[in-house]
């Protein structure tokens, strides 16, 4: 058997040699390059599958916004907005007529009713027509101061501004007075 000298600071440097190659710096370098490449890749890969699914369901979305059905609705949807649109218009020229129409002077029953009631007993209506805001009353009767306290009557209450009358005449064959009232209701003129 031989004996050999043991050299340890050889042994030494060749461990620390090995050691050195495999740690070195452009090893560390060339295994964070390789490390951020294959994650930039995957993150490519990732995004290549996301785009190409968006791209899918793009298209699965224009099929289906341009199917007849739908299409059809979207028509359908159009013309009922134009319809919406043409009834808030009437619903506005509705509004604008009852504006008017609550603001007009009107010729309606409380004031046929306040016309009769008050008529005296011996006075009789002939006829009765409204224009412009004025009732001209044509009347018999058979006194001729009835046709004064009518109107007086008519021109005391809140329906009227004005209420006059010009004349009588006189009928005798059938011995009546006639004569013309004119009521010139509030709000007009």
Not at 120 to 127: S, Y
Request: glycine fraction near 2%.
């Amino acid at each position: 058997m031989q004996k050999h000298d043991m050299n340890l600071l050889e042994r030494y440097n060749e461990i620390h040699r090995e050691r050195s190659k495999k740690f070195s710096p452009a090893r560390v370098y060339i295994v964070f390059l390789l490390g951020l490449l294959l994650i930039f890749s995957a993150v490519a890969v990732r995004f290549w599958i996301q785009e190409s699914m968006l791209k899918s369901d793009v298209e699965s979305l224009k099929n289906y916004n341009n199917s007849l059905a739908v299409q059809t609705k979207l028509a359908e949807i159009e013309k009922l907005k134009k319809n919406i649109k043409f009834l808030d218009q009437l619903l506005s020229e509705t509004k604008s007529i009852n504006t008017v129409f609550e603001e007009a002077v009107r010729f309606d029953s409380p004031i046929l009713e306040i016309l009769y009631y008050e008529l005296p007993d011996d006075v009789g209506f002939e006829a009765i027509s409204f224009s412009q805001g004025v009732i001209t009353i044509e009347l018999h009767a058979t006194k001729a101061s009835d046709f004064s306290n009518y109107a007086l009557r008519l021109e005391r209450g809140y329906y009227f501004k004005d209420v006059t009358y010009d004349s009588y005449t006189f009928d005798s064959s059938n011995s009546r007075y006639y004569s013309t009232v004119r009521c010139v209701m509030k709000g007009e003129n």
